[in-house]
């Protein structure tokens, strides 16, 4: 069955960097996409962005532009996004899901809260 | 970024009948933004119910289905059941950036 397993909680200082991996089991990690999408706190959903496995190719929500990186490590099938310069209004929980002719964000990741605070 | 736009809040009574919409400021939606619908209850993750407008996933309950909608997306769910007290969002895209609305709480009362 298919499974997407996400790092745990992070809590961050304002200016530094977090990076969040997804790890996808059950299926062949190459087929589909995997986007990122943050929800803050009583907040609605926000697109990050996606990742392609097969070729790495990304794509970013403007917003998100210069502070964020998607990148996948196929040997491990596992993405990661990392986000950089963070605020405090990026404290949020971030998943991940699965995309793509026959999959649809059909599976989520579990979401990782990531904080950030002085 | 194109905004979104989706009713913040809707109350139907169990057994009714409600119409959700999400409408995008570009303009009219169409089937080539790829409406997606999705469910999310408290502390949970979201749960995909309509993708490409009008089609279902295995676990989509037959009571909803998705559609366009003078100019809009929509999804209306018919014989409403207190289980799906939850909040909606729709979301669309723009050549491949999504972009997702504000979404509708729904209330079954």
């Known amino acids: 069955q298919v499974h997407l397993v996400q790092s745990g909680a992070e809590v961050k200082k304002p200016g530094a960097s977090v990076k969040v991996s997804c790890e996808a089991s059950g299926y062949t990690f190459t087929t589909y996409y995997l986007h990122w999408v943050r929800q803050a706190p009583g907040q609605g959903l926000e697109w990050v962005g996606l990742?392609?496995?097969?070729?790495?190719?990304?794509m970013y929500a403007e917003r998100f532009q210069g502070r964020v990186t998607m990148t996948r490590e196929t040997s491990t099938s596992t993405v990661y996004m990392e986000l950089s310069s963070l605020r405090s209004d990026d404290t949020a929980v971030y998943y991940c899901?699965?995309?793509?002719?026959?999959?649809?964000?059909?599976?989520w990741g579990q979401g990782t809260l990531v904080t950030v605070s002085s | 970024q194109a905004v979104v736009t989706q009713e913040p809040s809707l109350t139907v009574s169990p057994g009714g009948t409600v119409t959700l919409t999400c409408g995008s400021s570009?303009?009219?939606?169409?089937?080539?933004?790829?409406p997606f619908w999705f469910q999310q209850k408290p502390g949970q993750a979201p749960k995909t119910l309509i993708y490409?407008?009008?089609n279902k996933h295995p676990w989509t309950p037959a009571r909803f289905s998705g559609s366009l909608l003078g100019g809009k997306a929509a999804l209306t769910l018919s014989g409403a059941q207190p289980g799906d007290e939850a909040e909606y969002f729709c979301?669309?895209?723009?050549?491949?950036?999504?972009?997702f609305g504000g979404g509708t709480k729904l209330t079954v009362l």
């Open positions: 979301m669309f895209s723009y050549s491949g950036v999504r972009v």
């Open positions: 899901a699965r995309d793509g002719t026959g999959a649809h964000f059909d599976y």
């Open positions: 990742v392609i496995p097969k070729s790495g190719f990304t």
């Open positions: 490409d407008t009008n």
């Open positions: 570009t303009g009219a939606v169409t089937s080539g933004h790829y």
